[in-house]
């Protein structure tokens, strides 16, 4: 199975501020890789698909990056209803594996 | 706009099997393509894929799970299913249908989970 491993686990910033969050790969995945948001007692939510796809209707402060192993979600000027949890996923292969979760608080 | 809704039983006995549903409404589950899956998040902890499977029948499973379970399809009642057997405490956990969506990339498909259900929280307790 590919391991994905985000880090940190969690972070606390403020509104307005630039975010960066960052997903590894145990082996190349090429830029296989989705993002998500999730938000307490709710379903995840797609934000981006292919490393930097960004999904329909979603706000355009969240760009992703990366190939390969290393990849990164940045929210360029982050808003109140951004504080939730973000897992990356791998569908390079299967299993689809996720990331253990970065946790979004406020400052 | 399509829709997801989980149901079944919110508590199950320690070595019996869990039973779910996931109905599908504003699309037919019959639609080229796309795959259907299951997730599962425990309590406080991040998520993992179960199993998927495709309007013909054709599934795949996570391998640490699949000595475990079944899914199936019900096109005629737009549904799909999963059991898991010989449950324990380790499976507790919020259990989400979900389809396996893709996007052409690079000569190829690229696959992620673009809608949810809302989710149903499975007990395993005697």
């Known amino acids: 199975d590919i391991q994905m491993t985000q880090s940190p686990s969690s972070l606390s910033a403020s509104v307005g501020d630039r975010v960066t969050i960052t997903c590894r790969a145990s082996q190349s995945i090429s830029s296989y890789l989705n993002w998500y948001q999730q938000k307490p007692g709710k379903a995840p939510k797609l934000l981006i698909y292919?490393?930097?796809s960004l999904q329909s209707g979603v706000p355009s402060r969240f760009s992703g990056s990366g190939s390969g192993t290393d990849f990164t979600l940045t929210i360029s000027s982050l808003q109140p209803e951004d504080f939730a949890t973000y897992y990356c996923?791998?569908?390079?292969?299967?299993?689809?594996?996720f990331g253990q979760g970065t946790r979004l608080e406020i400052k | 706009q399509l829709q997801l809704q989980e149901s079944g039983p919110g508590l199950v006995k320690p070595s019996e099997t869990l039973s779910l549903t996931c109905t599908v409404s504003g699309g037919s589950i019959s639609s080229s393509s796309y795959y259907w899956g299951w997730i599962r998040q425990p309590p406080g902890k991040g998520l993992e894929w179960i199993g998927s499977i495709y309007y013909s029948g054709s599934t795949y499973y996570n391998p640490s799970l699949k000595s475990r379970v079944t899914i199936s399809v019900d096109t005629s009642k737009n549904q799909f299913s999963l059991k898991l057997s010989s449950v324990t405490a380790a499976d507790t956990a919020v259990y989400y249908c979900?389809?396996?969506?893709?996007?052409?990339?690079?000569?190829?498909?690229?696959?992620?989970?673009?809608?949810w259900g809302q989710g149903t929280l499975v007990t395993v307790s005697s």
């Open positions: 979900a389809r396996r969506g893709y996007s052409g990339y690079d000569l190829e498909w690229i696959y992620y989970f673009d809608y």
């Open positions: 996923q791998q569908s390079y292969s299967t299993p689809h594996t």
């Open positions: 292919a490393a930097s």
